[in-house]
């Protein structure tokens, strides 16, 4: 059974720093590729990076790119989110996806729909 849960948010402020993890069970993470989404309150879910299974090629939102890096350790079937300098607008719950379905390739998407397997999310709130 596939499984993705996060953990690691929290509160943090401005400027700081935060790692947020994506374990995966019941599937070889290494194989498929990973999406990290965020919805803020009364917002769409929308995606924010993603790292493809062979090659592990990371892609990222403009919104996003140069705060946040994406990497993938194949010891603890985890993928992580490092949010560096984080703003107020970076708030909102964090999730992690795979599609089960599509195994290997070098691609992977910041569209929800690309996706059919969900963690439960971890809220991050960045404030002073």
């Known amino acids: 059974q596939v499984q993705l849960v996060e953990s690691g948010g929290g509160l943090v402020q401005p400027g700081g720093s935060l790692r947020l993890s994506c374990k995966a069970s019941g599937f070889t993470l290494d194989y498929y590729a990973i999406g990290w989404f965020r919805q803020a309150p009364g917002k769409e879910r929308e995606g924010v990076s993603c790292?493809?299974?062979?090659?592990?090629?990371?892609y990222y939102a403009d919104s996003v790119k140069g705060r946040f890096a994406i990497s993938r350790d194949s010891d603890k079937n985890t993928v992580y989110l490092q949010i560096h300098s984080p703003k107020p607008e970076d708030t909102g719950v964090y999730y992690c996806?795979?599609?089960?379905?599509?195994?290997?390739?070098?691609?992977?998407?910041?569209?929800?729909?690309?996706?059919?397997?969900w963690g439960q999310g971890t809220q991050v709130t960045v404030s002073s």
């Open positions: 790292i493809t299974s062979s090659e592990a090629s990371a």
């Open positions: 996806a795979t599609d089960s379905q599509r195994r290997g390739g070098n691609a992977c998407w910041l569209q929800t729909w690309e996706y059919d397997s």
